[in-house]
Every structure is written in C-alpha cells, then in structure tokens.
C-alpha cells in the first residue's frame, strides 16, 4: 500500500471518531462552540486530506458535511436530530467506505449511489445544493488608522492605492492571513485560498524574522503569510476564507486611514521586503509554489514575473521576465534560488532584519499564548511536550510471539540443569546453568512486562461505541436513556479488549430492549422517565471486572425459574427450592429466553448464552444480580492478558497436559485412605470441606489405575463456582507460555483450550477443565 495512503487511513480512524464523539456531545449541548468548532476541523481535515486520492465521492460527501458543520458554527442553521442523523450516517459510510479502501486501495463501487442520497440530506439544511451564504465574518467597520501588516504590500503599492481611493472616494478591504505552520496536513492551500479572493488588487508576503538552517528546514510547514488589497466585500473574502476564518484579519480603509500610520504605541509596523537573500529566497519560494499550482492567468502571471525580477535584482541579478510563460517563469525561480542557496547559510539564512514583517502583531497572530506556552522546551530534558509513537498492530503481536519463544528457550535451561545432574552426574554445572537460568529468567519477565505494557489498552476503546449504540437504539425504542462510563481509563490487554466487544454489545442491546421501561412506565413506576445504563470498569489484582448496570424494570426470578422449568432446564424440584439469585443466572443457558416476541434487537434466545461463552472463552466468569423493579448488574471478570498464560503441568496416564493457573486451588497428596465415596463419588475432606475427586484420565478416556498402595495427588481447581480435585498421576512446574488456538483436526475439540511448546520441545495440551467435566457428567 502507498505509504501516504496508509498514513491517511490511520488518522482518518481518529478523525471520525473525533466527529462521532462530537456530534453526540453537542446533541446533550448544540450551542457549546468549542464543540462545534472541533466537529467542524475534524471533518475540514479528513475531507482536505481526502484531496490527496482519487477518491472523488469521499471528497464530494465529507465538503457537504462540512458545508452543514459550517453553517452551524456560523449560527445560521441550528444542529437538531434530523441533521445528526444525517451526519452520522454520512461519516458511518465513509468508515465503511475507508474498510474496503483498507483491503483493496479504492472505494466500493457503489459509492457514488451510497452517497448522492446523503449529499442531499446534508444540504437540505443550508438551501440544498446551493453554496453557503457567508463565512461567520463580522462586517468590517471603518477603521481609522492602517494596522501595522499593511506596510508588507510595499509603499509604492500603499501610495498607489492611497492615490485611488481619494480619487474614486471609495473603500477598500485589506486582509491580512497567517496560515498555520501545519496547514498542508490539514489539505488547505493557503496560495489557492488568496487566489479565489475576487476582485484582488495588491498582494504581499509575511515572511519569518529568520529563516531555519538548511538541516533544520522542514518544507512541508507552511511559514508565510499573506496581506491582500481587494475591492471584493466582507462577506465574499468570508466565504473564501471560510475554513480558515481564524487565521485570518480583516479591515476596511478609506484614503485617509490607509495613509495614516498606526499610532506609536502600537505593534511594530510591518516593512517592505528587506534588501538581501534572506528575503529573496522567502519571495522566490512563494513564486515557485504558485507557479507549481493550477496555471495563473495573464495579469496574474505578469504580476509573479514583476515579483521575480524584484527578488533577482535584490541578490545582485538581472533576468528577463517579459513575456516568459509559466515553464520559463519557473525555470527562471529555480536558478534563482539554486543561485541564493549556494551562496551558503550565511547567505540563505541571515539575521533577521529591524523591520521584517513577521514582527508585532503579525507574529502574535501566528503564535497565541497557549501555543507559545506550548513551544517552550522542557529546561530538563529539552523535550516538547510527550513523544507518541505509532507502531503497526502486526508488529507488537510478533514482537510478543518472539517473547513467547524467549520463554519456551528459558524454560528449556531447567531441563538442561536436570539432564547435567542426572545423566552427567555435574552438580556444579547444574549449579551454573540454574544461575544462568535465573538471570534469564528475570531478563524475561521485564521484557514480557514491558511488551504487555505496550498491548494494553484503556477499556474507553470498547466503550467508545456505546454512546453511538445507546443513542441510535433509543430514539428507535422510544425510550429516554443516559449512558454513564466509569473508569473507562483501567487498562487491559488489547486481545481482551476486542474480545469483549461482543459480550458487551449483547448485554447493553438486551438491557436497551428488555430491562429499560417506556418514558410512561417509568412515571407510572414512580421512576424519572429518563433510565440510565452504566458501563464501569475496574482493575481488580491480576483481573479486570466490568460491569453492566440498568435501573430498569430488573429480572422476575418466579418468571425465570417458570420457563427455565417450561424448556427442561430445570427439574420440578429446583422450581420450588432454587434461590433467587441462582434463579436469575438461568438466563444464561442455552436456549433460554424470557422473550414473547423475537425482534432484530433480542429474543432469540442466543444472545445471554453466547455472553456466558465469550467471557468463558476468555478464560472469565459472568453473573448476574437484579431486583425486580430496580434494575440489573452483570458482572464480568476477565483475566487482564490473554498473550501470556502461566500453567501448572500435570501427568496422567502418563501424558503432560496444562492447566491454567488462575483455576488452581491448591495441589495436595492424601494417603489412599483418605479419598471416601458418597453418593458414588470419591470425595476428599480438606480442611473440613467436602471436595469431590475426578478421575482426570477416566475423564480423557485415557487407560491408567493409580498404585494401590500410593499416596494420591490430587489438584483442588476451581471450575463453575465450585472446588473439585482431579486426580492425577504427577505434579510438574509452573511455566508462562504462550497459547496456541487449536488448530486442523482438533480445532473442535472443546476439551483442550490450545496448545503450548515447552522447553524440552514437547506441544503441551491445556485442558479446558470445564468442558472436561462437563463431558464426564453427560457420559455419566
């Protein structure tokens, strides 16, 4: 992929999700115009970056958005429902448009269909097709005195056009533009923007009091400005200027003003040009980048030319620019500064000069307070600001694979010790490659920890689609809904917070749907008719735990046991005995819903249980607590990294096999003695607790009968809310791995959670305990 393509499409990302953010903020407040003004620069941003490709319909969509976004920062439309909807649809589309970009490098081909409906309804606000009014430009009043920029069109221009206006007894405007020095990032052309101003009559360059070192010179930042005499009126310079109206000053002049100088307290007046290369080249620059735009017309290329010779005869040469055209023209410039550039720094870059225009007022509207407070360095470090780097996702997944190798290599060192001790009979070197081990071994873990360091994520990415989510579905229910996040700044791995999109989207869609009351039955209810629904996230040890919360009309236990019992889910028994709590975690059984009518929202009785399994998968838990008539908070507890699993190994009927740490209990060995039955299961009591044992190898289908008269190892693991020991053959280590999805013929098979290489270069199968005895109790 073109490299700029795929800088464009990583900041497109965070642009729209800028503008999305936006829009739903300013739908809680319209009239905040620091939003508005935000929305509006994101999408001026994405549709001018747009410009760059070939991807006409993108540009055509995002300028009528803009053009909408416009004219409510102007005050001229106000933002209601109808228009958000319009927008968000818009900017939904080009994500859409910018995922099939992602894969093949152009837009779909429906793209020009797919947007002619929304350029119409983005338009319809501001008088269909036709352009905007005017910029939010405030008439100019007549000023009394010329500001200080004036003086950079040049006092032959001045005089000239003093002498005009007393003769016509009119007025003219004077603009004065200081782009910003990252504006080509942004798509705006500040030379395109002067040229449409209509009617332009003079024109001068603001340049810097210096101009940076040859190594330190960057060309893509923008470090010219520009003044304009134009008879054209306020509102056509707004227009024009429209997306840039900040940068930009305007006053209107009579002859007398423009003749009179600025009073003496004011800011340094702007002068002419200077004599020398300092300013030539700054002049010779600006020239060669018209010359490189769309072709100027006959007055306008006569004017560069008179501008060039100027600049030429500045630095001591004479060309002749009569009747040249735009290739000689620019041939001409190129010499020019190639000539100015080789005279050296000395040259190229002088001392600035007492009278250079960017000085005064031109150079505070440039730098603000807040930006100059900004540029100044760090008398530490000499660092501006923080430094963000962008790092391919693909690269730190193979970065923590190579972790995961690293690992897989420690481990192997255990096994080396062992074999010098047993099968060389070296203790010493034993010794010393356990050394070694131990230095390694902690080497690893502070590169693992600073590779899930740089996985992590904030849970505000998963709940960054919420507001949308919640939104959307209200307005379409009819129901009246706050969205609350709380600690949306805890932090998990990057794979948890993918995974745990989909589990999420269920439980709100099922809280929007089922727990929420209308407007109506909230008031009925003695309830504010507007609900609330909370997404909170909280770190919790070696966990992350989210919660989902509603105060709605919360789970009817008596109803949920009902048809629990009605599909065969629970026995006649559990009707009348089950508690309430454990009552309302029915609803995540297969198949189970509460439901009377299927919608495209819930009701089909899949989604409850495909959150039971997404968070299982996980290596989580879920649960649920609701009170009839308060409302419903569901639980979810998931490990804060799936990258790297710790794993007891164990044998059995002589196999090694993994099981996650975090469901270990504890590891006891009993005298045989010790191991009773009670209703046909082998139990054990520990520390007076009933246990009960499983056979593991009975429970793999594995042929192995444990030595009668041996003491039997046992591992207590934690599986469904509930201790059970597994009995085994032998207890290993502890190892970190990294866990492989099955994969091929076993890729079905739901007892092994994956598989891991240890450092003897056995493939470790991890069994997935609660699939493991749940087979057994089927069988049974």
């Known amino acids: 992929m073109n490299p700029l393509l795929a800088q464009f499409l990583a900041e497109a990302d965070d642009l729209l999700s800028q503008v999305g953010d936006g829009l739903l903020q300013l739908e809680l407040s319209p009239d905040d115009p620091n939003r508005i003004n935000d929305v509006f620069r994101a999408a001026h941003t994405l549709k001018g970056s747009s410009g760059l490709f070939d991807f006409p319909e993108l540009t055509s969509l995002t300028h009528a958005a803009e053009d909408l976004l416009d004219a409510v920062r102007a005050g001229r439309v106000r933002l209601d429902p109808t228009m958000t909807d319009a927008l968000l649809s818009a900017f939904d589309l080009i994500r859409g448009w910018l995922a099939h970009v992602t894969v093949h490098e152009q837009l779909p081909g429906t793209a020009h269909a797919d947007a002619a409906a ?81 009617a332009l009559e003079r024109l001068g360059v603001l340049r810097p009091d210096a101009w940076p070192a040859p190594d330190d010179y960057d060309e893509y930042a923008c470090r010219l400005g520009f003044v304009v005499a134009t008879r054209a009126s306020v509102a056509e310079i707004g227009y024009v200027l429209r997306y840039v109206i900040e940068q930009v000053e305007i006053v209107e002049l009579d002859a007398t003003a423009l003749a009179t100088p600025p009073p003496p307290d004011t800011d340094l007046p702007a002068a002419p040009p200077a004599e020398g290369a300092t300013d030539a080249l700054g002049v010779l620059e600006a020239a060669r980048a018209t010359l490189a735009g769309p072709a100027p017309d006959g007055p306008h290329l006569r004017s560069i030319g008179r501008v060039v010779a100027g600049a030429a005869r500045s630095i001591g040469a004479v060309v002749d620019v009569d009747d040249a055209g735009v290739p000689e023209l620019a041939g001409i410039v190129d010499g020019l500064i190639g000539r100015v550039r080789a005279a050296g720094p000395a040259a190229a870059d002088g001392s600035p000069t007492a009278g250079s225009p960017m000085t005064g007022a031109a150079a505070d509207r440039r730098t603000g307070p807040a930006d100059r407070r900004a540029a100044e360095p760090d008398h530490e470090t000499g660092q501006v600001g923080t430094r963000v780097l962008k790092v391919d996702q693909a690269k730190v997944d193979r970065l923590m694979e190579l972790v995961g190798e690293l690992n897989v290599a420690k481990n192997g060192l255990t096994y080396l010790a062992e074999a010098a001790e047993e099968e060389f009979g070296s203790r010493v070197m034993g ?25 992590m994520l904030p849970l505000s990415v998963s709940f960054s689609r919420f507001p949308r989510l919640v939104r959307d579905l209200s307005r379409r229910l009819g129901k009246r809904i706050e969205l609350v996040t709380e600690g949306e700044d805890t932090m998990a791995d990057k794979d948890v917070i993918e995974a745990l999109a989909d589990p999420l989207v269920h439980l709100v869609r099922n809280s929007l749907d089922h727990g929420i009351e209308t407007p109506d039955e909230r008031t009925t209810a003695g309830k504010p008719p507007q609900a609330s629904i909370t997404l909170s996230a909280v770190a919790d040890g070696d966990a992350v735990v989210v919660e989902v919360t509603d105060d709605g009309r919360g789970i009817d236990p008596v109803r949920v046991r009902q048809k629990a019992y009605e599909r065969g889910l629970i026995g006649e028994e559990q009707l009348e005995t089950m508690p309430d709590a454990d009552a309302v975690n029915l609803i995540f059984q297969p198949g189970f819903s509460t439901a009377e009518q299927v919608s495209d929202l819930s009701g089909r009785g899949v989604g409850m249980d495909a959150v039971r399994a997404s968070v299982e998968r996980l290596g989580g838990t879920v649960t649920m607590r609701s009170e009839r008539g308060a409302g419903t908070v569901t639980r979810l507890r998931l490990p804060l990294s799936m990258a790297v699993t710790q794993v007891m190994v164990i044998s059995v009927a002589g196999q090694r096999f993994g099981v996650p740490v975090d ?56 599986v469904g809310g509930g201790s059970v020991g597994l009995l085994v053959e032998r207890f290993h280590r502890e190892v970190d791995v990294i866990l492989k999805p099955m994969e091929g013929l076993l890729s079905n098979a739901g007892h092994f959670v994956g598989t891991a290489l240890l450092g003897d270069g056995l493939v470790l199968l991890v069994l997935n305990l609660k699939e493991v005895l749940s087979l057994g109790a089927r069988a049974a």
């Open 663 to 718: 469901l270990v209990v504890e590891t006891v060995r009993v005298p045989r003695d010790d191991v009773g039955r009670v209703l046909h299961q082998d139990v054990v009591v520990l520390r007076d607790q009933v246990v009960p044992v499983v056979d593991l190898a009975a429970e793999l289908g594995l042929p192995w009968t444990p030595d009668p008269g041996a003491d039997r190892a046992i591992l207590v693991v934690s």
């Open 118 to 198: 929304l350029v119409v309804a983005l338009r319809a606000p501001i008088g269909g097709g036709t352009a905007p009014a005017a910029a939010a430009v405030r008439p100019a009043a007549l000023a009394t005195h010329a500001p200080a920029w004036i003086t950079a069109l040049g006092e032959p221009a001045v005089a000239g056009l003093v002498d005009w206006l007393r003769v016509t007894s009119a007025t003219m405007r004077f603009v004065c533009y200081q782009p910003d020095e990252g504006c080509f990032f942004r798509g705006e052309d500040p030379l395109l923007f002067i040229r449409q101003i209509p």
């Open 431 to 455: 010794r010393r490659i356990k050394d070694q081990y131990a230095g390694l071994h902690r080497i690893a873990e502070e590169l693992q920890s600073a590779v899930m360091d740089v996985r």
